[in-house]
């Protein structure tokens, strides 16, 4: 069977408000003064992996439900613009937005609309079924309507990754993505202790890899049973906003995988990649390339095939 997409990214399109406030958390006011200002962009995890993928030079396809409104423009025209095949499924109740409040250190807080988002919605069995029969891998945001598409990708036969970023370890709506991925990502910031949830999600489920970024501090990387320490990698610039770099992290992760390095060069390739997404402003999607992403990991002989 022909595998004509690398990756097919599930889910996570949406568009970003983008606040710069003085301080977070942000004390009460009547009002604030804000500078560089407020700007709306097309933008959010599962945009942001797609992104990252494509600039790594892997085929990528990104499937989410989008509305038929201004914010839903903006992704078209983001994925368009950039040359990244986007399948939409219409969503009545409009296309996702939230507002990210960005400190001067670059931390974020992010405020999602619960409002476009309904009971009913699915990404169309067939429709996932097609796609991940032309994939070797599927990439699962945690968004609402994805968890139905778990069981399609797993009879489909493509590996899955997900990302469960801020997850406690105990809140059940992660567990179907934790437990039906092969490779699961997740931030270390709400785990109270980091190795003993990673073990538990491969014990419980079939994760193979499980990766828990610690941002400064580095990452975890649990691989054939043992758990080892993933050095953090100084940004060749000062940091200006953490909003997307772990998708970045994951997206240069997945690449070295799917180019054939070992989990723990793959590991590298994602802090290089994480650590390149936080000198870029929230304002602008923008991601790593390979030659910058191999030179920066210290590979200067040759590069890895995509297959």
């Not at 960005?102 to 079924?129: C, F, H, I, M, N």
């Not at 997307?244 to 992290?249: I, K, L, N, V």
Request: glycine letters at 10%; hydrophobic letters at 40%.
């Amino acid at each position: 069977m022909s595998r004509d997409i690398d990756v097919l990214v599930l889910g996570g399109a949406g568009v970003d408000t983008i606040v710069h406030v003085p301080e977070l958390p942000l004390p009460y006011a009547d009002s604030y003064m804000i500078r560089p200002g407020i700007e709306t962009r097309a933008g959010q995890t599962g945009d942001f992996v797609a992104l990252g993928l494509h600039a790594l030079g892997l085929r990528t396809h990104h499937l989410d439900l989008l509305g038929d409104d201004p914010e839903g423009d903006l992704v078209r025209a983001l994925h368009r613009d950039r040359g990244i095949p986007l399948t939409e499924v219409p969503q009545p109740a409009g296309t996702k937005r939230a507002v990210n409040l960005v400190g001067p250190d670059g931390r974020r807080l992010s405020l999602y609309d619960d409002t476009r988002a309904r009971e009913a919605d699915r990404l169309p069995e067939q429709l996932v079924r097609d796609l991940a029969a032309a994939s070797r891998h599927a990439h699962v945001s945690i968004t609402y309507p994805c968890a139905f598409a778990l069981p399609v990708l797993r009879e489909a036969g493509v590996t899955i990754s997900t990302d469960l970023h801020d997850w406690d370890g105990e809140n059940p709506y992660h567990e179907p993505f934790a437990y039906t991925a092969d490779i699961v990502f997740v931030s270390a910031t709400a785990l109270a202790d980091p190795e003993r949830t990673m073990r538990r999600i491969a014990e419980r489920g079939r994760a193979e890899v499980v990766v828990a970024t610690a941002g400064a501090e580095g990452a975890y990387l649990l691989s054939e049973g043992e758990i080892t320490r993933v050095p953090a990698v100084e940004p060749p610039t000062p940091v200006v906003d953490s909003n997307g770099a772990g998708d970045s992290f994951a997206a240069g992760f997945l690449y070295g995988l799917l180019t054939g390095e070992t989990p723990r060069r793959s590991a590298l390739y994602g802090a290089v990649a994480g650590a390149h997404a936080c000198t870029v402003p929230a304002t602008r999607a923008d991601a790593i390339g390979r030659a910058d992403l191999l030179a920066r990991a210290g590979e200067p002989r040759t590069e890895a095939v995509v297959r």
